[in-house]
């Protein structure tokens, strides 16, 4: 039996300590302050009993949970990162503990009139009667993804606690800079030597993921032609009427806001400019790999268009790709999709198998050579002040872990 106040205390623990990542820091960690819960994971490994404890230069931890059993089983591993967004800010989390949740709206924060509420948030309906972890209302919770590290942290102790229980060898990994696209770029596929692993780090229960979004990122650079307004006829080109025209001409329902399931969409993320200079950054995301290059295919046509109909070089489109649908290297291994699903169909939770509509560690992790789906951490509502996650969700994310361990010596 999972002990619930352990896993609330660890997971507050965690939660506490501020490991915000940054997007415009070269280095790795992104953050200094990320080593401070990475080094706490590390010592805790060891005091715990795990083996070949290891913490690298980037804050890249890995772990083992050797196998108790005599004849040969797949090494597994279970995978988590400790960072949290920049959307929102991770410092001074005071996280709410709910008992009981009676289904009506929390009150996060009563003098800032911060209010959870099921009718904006319907998934909450579900939890009625559960045992809630909220923010206060000014931070996001960090449940993505030390949720997801407790519930891997909270298996293994079982299982070490637990010697009957036979398992094979077990690989344990937190990464540093998952939310800013880098989780993976350092991480030692061939030291970490699972047959695969599984990321920690979906949101609700039951959740079992193997697709993903193609994804790439797009920098629109306009240029336009700053003259005295008050002279400026056949003269001046704006570049903000430019980047306005640029807008315009994408499909206008194509937009996370419109979309959902296996649509795609782009998506713009920021927009700085003046009459000469105008930068516009976009994300491009879709699951199709024929529908992810007509999307950035578009974005080079317009500004072919653009600069065509004002006979100039206007507009620069640069575009990058950073990861790609990991269901092309799922598919080939689906056993371990299904030993998921059966683990948690013993633990009496119906899977929910849908595609991410964002992007995971497991999904570079695979093109690396390291075959990883995606399993639920319990939370709802990340990256933000209405962030929570259910108490029995987590409990049951451990019992799905120690359930795959158990079923794999059987494979």
């Given at each position: 039996m999972i002990d619930k106040e352990q896993l609330i205390n660890r997971f507050i623990s965690y939660v506490t300590i501020d490991t915000e990542s940054d997007p415009n820091s070269d280095t790795c960690p992104s953050t200094k302050k990320q080593w401070d819960l990475a080094n706490k994971l590390a010592n805790e490994l060891k005091e715990m009993g795990m083996s070949d404890v290891s913490i690298d230069d980037n804050a890249y931890i890995m772990a083992t949970l050797p196998t108790n059993v005599n004849h040969e089983v797949p090494i597994i591993g279970f995978i988590s990162h400790f960072d949290t967004t920049p959307d929102f800010t991770g410092a001074n989390v005071s996280p709410q503990i709910i008992e009981n949740y009676d289904g009506k709206d929390i009150v996060l924060n009563e003098e800032l009139d911060i209010i959870l509420s099921p009718k904006e948030f319907d998934d909450l309906k579900q939890y009625k009667g559960k045992t809630l972890i909220t923010t206060d209302g000014t931070t996001l919770l960090g449940a993505d993804d030390k949720a997801g590290i407790t519930e891997i942290m909270e298996a293994m102790k079982y299982l070490l606690e637990h010697p009957e229980i036979k398992h094979g060898t077990i690989r344990v990994g937190f990464t540093p800079d998952e939310e800013i696209g880098r989780?993976?770029?350092l991480f030692d596929v061939q030291k970490f030597g699972a047959d695969w692993a599984y990321t920690m780090d979906g949101s609700q229960i039951g959740e079992l993921e193997y697709e993903n979004f193609n994804a790439a990122g797009a920098k629109v650079h306009i240029k336009g032609k700053i003259v005295h307004p008050g002279y400026a006829k056949g003269k001046m080109i704006n570049s903000m009427y430019i980047a306005q025209e640029f807008i315009d001409s994408l499909p206008k329902m194509e937009?996370?806001?419109?979309?959902?399931?296996?649509?795609?969409?782009f998506h713009l993320t920021d927009i700085n400019g003046n009459v000469d200079v105008t930068?516009?950054?976009y994300i491009i995301r879709d699951h199709?790999?024929?529908?992810?290059?007509a999307r950035k295919n578009m974005f080079e046509q317009l500004a072919y268009d653009i600069n065509s109909k004002y006979q100039k070089e206007l507009v620069n489109v640069e575009i990058a790709d950073q990861y790609y649908n990991m269901r092309e290297k799922i598919e080939p291994v689906m056993h371990i999709v299904d030993l998921a699903e059966k683990a948690m169909q013993i633990a009496n939770i119906k899977p929910i198998i849908k595609p991410i509509r964002g992007g995971t560690d497991g999904s570079q992790l695979s093109?690396?050579?390291l075959p990883c789906p995606n399993i639920f951490a319990g939370g709802h509502n990340f990256h933000g002040r209405y962030e929570y996650v259910p108490v029995e969700s987590m409990v049951k994310a451990v019992e799905v872990i120690v359930n795959i361990a158990k079923e794999a010596v059987k494979l």
């Open positions: 989780g993976a770029h937009t996370p806001e419109h979309t959902e399931g296996y649509e795609g969409f930068h516009l950054e199709d790999k024929g529908h992810f290059a093109y690396k050579g």
